[in-house]
């Protein structure tokens, strides 16, 4: 028993120092599996047992080789990673195959190739063996024979039972199990609980990943031309074999992993202590509704805050060395400048061709900061011309009109932005950037450098002062905060009408909010903690000025963008505070784990709810859309909550024609639900009769000449109002002589419950 314990334990330990040969020959496989789907050399679909196995095989695999290949010798072999712990080299390979992907597939399209199975594949496997070749030359340039015989004999033999070791590694690891464990069952709660998928907007990005996979080029008249999530999309259905309507739901076990990464190596390189950063995924993934959202539904938000924030890691691991040192020289401005700007640079570029709008964004928040940092010494805020030169690129990409329709539209289209300036916001514009040159002058004047770590420095008597001030008034002002200020909602909402979900998310944002500023307050002792909070005051003076400008100027109401990613910037704050806790030993005392215990339970209960109201597609509303485009092949008016339109077009969209000239968004003529004198008491059949007398559906009949649908789904509201259908509404249609029933789907109860009227 003891030489088998040791056996394979010596076996544990030869595998773990040739761990990255064997993975290399795992993915080697991978590839080799997917190519029997992609050249469809085996058709087991008359075994139902065996062909479910193989499609749940494929489906993992399809995840490893977009996760992983074809990049993952240039990371783990080729570069010098040394000091690259595992993590680290994982979150390089992941975004950077996302980058390559999307840039692969815009060449594709500018050289006018065919966007298929078989040109991924080919462009995968061919990256992947020239650097498989070049890894294996260069490890044979830097190891001899000797030491290479040396390396193949050094198998540490180990000294300890099997039975210690094994709990050993368990409780060294134990918060990393835990970890990996609840973001596994998130991936698995998004996968199951939803009847479809959740969010419409998804209905829309599958539609163009169809329409992808029959063009076999890109639709760059749709979605603003940002292809970015479509490729991703339409790679991992070549690899995987999953179907376009499934997509959504396992995108999760994609953007789980590369997001989690990332936000981990960020926090580790921010606080130097791995359980933080462990617990601030753990919050961020788990208890941060707007982030969990924005990272796990199937939308290009998500990939470009991914690619955003590794550009800021890389360039905060090179800022963080310039603020702590006295003095800077060349040797340190130029230090692996050779690899990091490139991939700065590609990642920016696949960023824009993802989501233009917040690239922008988090780019202009990085400017911020570096800004003040040059102006204060050249040298340690030399990054600043990267910066520039990616804002270069946008305005390249505006000028080619390549993946930038959120910024065309934004910036150079709409009319309405000249319309509305006039000399009074002019000067409002002027003082702003006044008051803007005080602030830098003051943030400048203040810039600190050489304290090397994030340190409270306090004497013990400080320290009882510092837990009785926290005892007795940050932890009761947050719990009034999140009890008091609930318990006040609650009570007001019967005149509101919000969701539940809402109320919590309010509240939770606000506690968010305090603890995030708290936090920041208690870090800015360092060199990097500064830095860390002038990025945060830059990303509260985006929200302000960014919503100000959208509200009196574009009126377009896309600041919610901006809202929702400067949520990011809270949340390094409030992982900040508990930092502070932890440092000061308070973290071990009983109230203080209570108060974590209490704000981390309320912020998954809110998680929870929230996800109870996504707007997710259901199988009835499939069922209509399915039915109408079988039914019929006119143009027709649709009367329809805004996002359910998408539904209707992916199943409606002629994609034998391959037509290029057709557009998505104009195979139907759409009327949303609060436009065109359609106000949103709607659901009220006595508002369809407007003040002339006149009935509006029937005017909407005559205007477009042509039948007009009336369209109710399961779910007829997606804001954060509760306005769906009453019974007693839904009854008065039944004997309307303008309406004439078409369709009508079983709800799950067994009750019929008509879904859409023909006018």
Request: hydrophobic share 50%.
């Amino acid at each position: 028993m003891v030489q088998s314990n040791k056996i394979i334990l010596t076996l544990y330990s030869y595998i773990k120092q040739k761990s990255k040969i064997f993975s290399l020959l795992i993915l080697s496989l991978s590839l080799l599996f997917a190519s029997f789907f992609v050249f469809k050399v085996f058709d087991i679909s008359a075994i139902p047992i065996l062909n479910d196995l193989y499609h749940i095989a494929n489906y993992i695999n399809g995840i490893i080789i977009v996760l992983f290949l074809p990049l993952y010798p240039l990371f783990f072999f080729i570069l010098n990673f040394k000091d690259k712990k595992l993590v680290e080299k994982c979150a390089y390979t992941f975004v950077s195959n996302l980058s390559f992907y999307i840039i692969c597939g815009y060449l594709g399209q500018l050289l006018g190739l065919t966007l298929n199975s078989i040109f991924f594949f080919l462009v995968v496997i061919i990256m992947f063996i020239a650097l498989v070749m070049l890894a294996i030359l260069t490890t044979f340039k830097h190891y001899s024979e000797k030491s290479l015989k040396v390396n193949s004999e050094n198998i540490s033999q180990p000294d300890i039972s099997l039975k210690k070791f094994i709990r050993k590694f368990l409780f060294g690891n134990i918060n990393l199990i835990l970890l990996c464990s609840f973001l596994f069952l998130l991936g698995i709660l998004f996968l199951v609980a939803f009847s479809v998928f959740h969010s419409l907007d998804s209905l829309y990005h599958i539609t163009i990943i169809k329409v992808i996979d029959t063009r076999k080029q890109l639709p760059l008249d749709d979605y603003f031309g940002s292809m970015g999530l479509h490729i991703i999309g339409i790679v991992f259905h070549y690899f995987s074999g999953v179907d376009f309507l499934e997509i959504p739901k396992f995108y999760v076990f994609y953007s789980i992993p590369i997001f989690s990464v990332i936000l981990y190596i960020l926090l580790k390189k921010i606080f130097k202590n791995k359980n933080i950063a462990i617990f601030g995924v753990f919050f961020i993934e788990g208890g941060s509704v707007i982030i969990i959202r924005t990272m796990n539904i199937f939308w290009p938000t998500g990939l470009t805050l991914c690619q955003m924030l590794f550009i800021l890691y890389l360039l905060y691991s090179r800022a963080e060395k310039f603020i702590e040192k006295d003095t800077i020289e060349m040797s340190d401005i130029t230090q692996n400048i050779m690899l990091t700007y490139p991939l700065i640079i590609t990642l920016f570029i696949s960023s824009i061709l993802t989501h233009s709008l917040i690239a922008l964004i988090l780019l202009i928040s990085y400017a911020w900061v570096f800004l003040l940092y040059f102006i204060r010494d050249f040298r340690r805020g030399i990054d600043i011309f990267i910066i520039i030169i990616l804002f270069l690129l946008i305005f390249i990409f505006i000028l080619l009109d390549l993946g930038v329709g959120h910024l065309r539209f934004l910036i150079l289209i709409d009319p309405q932005v000249l319309k509305n300036l006039n000399i009074y916001f002019i000067l409002f514009g002027l003082g702003g950037v006044f008051i803007g040159i005080l602030i830098i002058r003051k943030y400048v004047r203040n810039i600190k450098f050489t304290n090397k770590m994030i340190f409270f420095n306090f004497t013990k008597n400080e320290i009882e002062y510092v837990k009785k001030f926290e005892k007795k008034f940050i932890i009761p002002f947050v719990t009034f905060l999140i009890v008091g200020v609930s318990i006040v909602l609650f009570s007001v909402n019967p005149w509101f009408g919000f969701l539940s979900s809402k109320i919590i998310l309010f509240v939770k944002f606000t506690v968010v909010l305090f603890l995030g500023m708290w936090g920041y307050k208690a870090i800015t002792t360092s060199s990097k903690g500064q830095f860390l909070f002038r990025w945060f005051i830059g990303g509260l003076l985006l929200v302000f000025v960014g919503t100000i400008f959208d509200v009196l100027f574009l009126k377009k109401y896309y600041f919610g963008r901006i809202i929702e990613i400067s949520m990011f910037f809270l949340l390094v704050g409030f992982v900040a505070y508990w930092y502070k806790l932890y440092k000061l030993g308070l973290i071990k005392q009983k109230i203080f784990k209570i108060f974590l215990t209490f704000i981390i339970t309320f912020s998954l209960i809110g998680s929870f709810m929230e996800m109870d109201n996504y707007e997710q597609v259901n199988r009835r509303d499939l069922q209509v859309f399915q039915q109408y485009a079988k039914y019929s092949n006119d143009s027709n008016v649709f009367l329809i909550e805004y996002g359910f339109q998408h539904g209707l077009n992916y199943f409606y969209y002629p994609y034998e024609k391959n037509n290029n000239s057709i557009r998505i968004q104009s195979i139907q003529i759409y009327v949303f639900f609060g436009e065109n004198e359609i106000i949103y008491d709607y659901l009220d059949p006595d508002t369809h009769i407007n003040e002339n007398g006149e009935n509006i559906l029937q005017k909407l009949k005559k205007k477009y000449q042509t039948d007009v649908f009336f369209l109710l789904t399961e779910r007829v509201t997606t804001s954060a109002f509760i306005n769906d259908i009453s019974i007693d509404a839904l009854e008065k249609y039944y004997n309307m002589s303008y309406l004439s029933r078409v369709y009508s789907a079983k709800a799950i109860d067994g009750k019929e419950r008509p879904l859409y009227w023909i006018v």
